[in-house]
């Protein structure tokens, strides 16, 4: 088990469990919350970007498919006192969450990385954490799916904040979120070790 500090956050997080990185922070530097928001932080790992939306969104479903995540999540949450906010479920991308329920704001900082590791993954520390960067062959196995589903999820206004990487086709995501009439864009970016990322912006039109 480790710690991590994020402003006035501590976190802990077990061996299973993703340790917040460049990626995590350039979406938490980027994370606009209204107060009254719903929100839904898919992928939520240790829970950071769930604890930090929880200070000003009315209610916030934090998803994860690793059972080590939820529960760190879960935990974290009651340490840094939104546990009245935050709600915590395990499963696979929207499959825990009902049809009909819509959110203001989702956020996904998804495994991203080409690797057909996620076909092997087995309850072990290394595959429980395997599933936070592996994005499958293409590495776009997540990001799509995401892509397909989440929309029906957000509600006029809605908007959805997506951690994305050169290594797996900016490009591409801008263009399949377009293609389900999302207005979307790059609203930041960082160049890490090995790779540029990006955080892309993507609107539901209202009404
Ligand atoms: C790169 S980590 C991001 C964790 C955290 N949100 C952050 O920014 O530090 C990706 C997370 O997505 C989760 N994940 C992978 N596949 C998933 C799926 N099918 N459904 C839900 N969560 C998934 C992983 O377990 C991991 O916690």
Redesign the pocket.
Known sequence: MGKVYYRDLTLHIPMEV?N?AE??FL?AENLKVRPGDSVLD?????G??AILAARKAETVLA????PH?ARCAWVNGKLNGVSDRLSVVCG??FKPIRGNLKFDLITF???YLPSDRRETVKPTERGWLS???SGGGTGRE?IDRFIEEAPQHLRGGGRILLIQSDITDVGETVRRLKARSLKASVIAEEKVPFERIYLIEAEKPSG
Request: contains cysteine; hydrophobic residues 45%; charged residues 10%.
């Open positions: 993703y917040p990626d995590t979406l898919m992928g939520t790992g240790c950071i970007i998803v994860d498919v690793n995540a696979d991308l900082n998804p495994p599933l936070a960067w997540l």
